[in-house]
Nanobody, 122 residues
Framework: QAQLVESGGGLVQAGGSLRLSCVAS????????MGWSRQAPGKAREFVSA????????IYADSVKGRFAISRDNAKSMVYLQMNSLKPEDTAIYYC???????????????WGQGTQVTVSS
């Protein structure tokens, strides 16, 4: 059974950085897009970023563009999200996702992990 496990969340001050990691197991994800979404308290889940199967193409939500960077290592079945210049509004549970394509992840049509909490204090 496919499983996605996120790690790297935590508490950080505004302006700080965190690097999230996600390891995929139980299947071959090398030909699938991967990505991240987040859900803040009382809000709907929102798309953050996605990366193509070979890592050549990435997309970002406007709210994180220029601050976050997504990458992947297919040999390790992992995807990463480097988050810099964090803001209190980035506080959310961050979910790793696998999808047929980046657009499907952006639409929320993906297989999700359990999430990791990111809290940014002001």
């Amino acid at each position: 059974q496919a499983q996605l496990v996120e790690s790297g969340g935590g508490l950080v001050q505004a302006g700080g950085s965190l690097r999230l990691s996600c390891v995929a197991s139980g299947g071959s994800f090398r030909t699938y897009a991967m990505g991240w979404s987040r859900q803040a308290p009382g809000k709907a889940r929102e798309f953050v970023s996605a990366i193509s199967w070979n890592g050549d193409t990435t997309i970002y939500a406007d709210s994180v563009k220029g601050r976050f960077a997504i990458s992947r290592d297919n040999a390790k079945s992992m995807v990463y999200l480097q988050m810099n210049s964090l803001k209190p509004e980035d506080t959310a549970i961050y979910y790793c996702a696998v999808g047929i394509g980046m657009s499907t992840i952006e639409k929320g049509e993906a297989y999700w992990g359990q999430g990791t909490q990111v809290t940014v204090s002001s």
